[in-house]
């Protein structure tokens, strides 16, 4: 199975004209909650795909922790990925544009109360699994320790640090596929001293900072670009550039959930990272033309269809 560590979070998004602007209220088109999370997400975008999905996922004791428990059923993941903690469930409150632009602010909640000694209660399950999918939604002790054991039994990770904060060393050291969107790679940039493109560079202009961010341990880091697609630049070859699949953009918000849940499925069925890319840019796009995220996470047979053209 992937193992993936938390998050989840009741997400509410405004669908608006335009992003609101500070003091101003808008009118909104359409409001949405839904469980989501980047760790559901991942978890979720796995699952369709066919892929058997563990994992730890934290929720609070108040009326929003009601929302996961009949998410995980309706998307055949195991309830026993829960764990409740006293306190607030994480929450986000989100904005989308007519062009699909969003912005949004995501509160932890229970979220950061996973920590080292609920990993390793997992142990086992980590051990035993085909990949180990982390994201920044949770904190850096039960990141590590999820790390260091899957490291440990010779599992590979997956890092997604966003929200972006700099990982410590003890997660670089033992993150082996560094996923990052383009705002993530220059955040990497800036604190490392790192050469961040110049907008409108292209793929091809971010080879330096993917190879910088190689530098720091990992075997492989992809940084996704939007409606520009990806670039990924193994250790052992030279840069990939995977195109975006063109779709109209409804909404951004998941797109890099559905490509980091699409690129794990892809490797962890061991097929080439070339492929692999193209199926994670496919659920990206999947994701990217259908407002909200849990509904809009593709099963194989959409996927098949974006493949297919
Ligand atoms: P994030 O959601 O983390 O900001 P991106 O916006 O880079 O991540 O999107 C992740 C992936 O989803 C991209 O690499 C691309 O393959 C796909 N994607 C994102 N936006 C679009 C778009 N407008 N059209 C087609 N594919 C997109």
């Not at 002790?141 to 899957?150: G, K, L, P, Q, S």
Request: proline fraction near 7%.
């Amino acid at each position: 199975a992937l193992f993936v560590l938390g998050s989840f979070v009741a997400a509410c998004s405004a669908m608006v004209a335009r992003l609101p602007r500070a003091g101003e209220s808008l009118q909104a088109q359409a409001f949405l909650v839904e469980p989501g999370g980047k760790g559901l997400n991942l978890a979720v975008g796995a699952r369709r795909l066919g892929a058997a999905v563990d994992g730890l996922m934290a929720v609070g004791d108040d009326a929003l922790a009601g929302l996961a428990e009949p998410a995980l059923r309706r998307a055949d993941l195991p309830v026993g990925m829960l764990r409740r903690f006293p306190g607030p469930t994480g929450a986000g409150i989100g904005f989308t544009d007519a062009a699909g632009e969003n912005c949004l602010a995501v509160f932890p909640g229970a979220n950061a109360r996973l920590g080292a000694a609920e990993v390793r209660e997992a142990a086992e399950r980590i051990s035993s699994a085909a990949l180990v999918l982390a994201q920044f939604e949770v904190g850096d002790a039960a990141v590590a320790e999820t790390f260091r054991i899957a490291r440990r039994a010779g599992v590979r990770t997956l890092l997604n640090p966003s929200p972006f904060r700099m990982p410590p060393p003890e997660i670089l050291g033992e993150t082996a596929i560094l996923v990052v969107n383009a705002v993530e790679a220059a955040s990497f940039g800036a604190a490392l001293g790192l050469p961040v493109p110049e907008a409108g560079a292209g793929p091809v202009g971010w080879d330096g900072l993917a190879e910088g961010l190689l530098a720091l341990g990992p075997e492989l880091v992809v940084i996704t670009l939007g409606a520009e697609g990806a670039v990924a630049r193994p250790a052992n070859g030279p840069i990939l550039v995977q195109p975006a699949f063109p779709v109209p953009a409804v909404d951004s918000l998941g797109a890099g959930d559905a490509f980091a849940a699409g690129l794990a499925v892809g490797l962890a069925e061991g097929r080439p990272l070339g492929e692999s890319l193209r199926r994670a840019a496919a659920c990206g796009a999947c994701v990217v033309r259908r407002k909200g995220v849990f509904d809009a996470l593709p099963d194989r047979t959409a996927l098949a269809a974006m493949l297919a053209g």
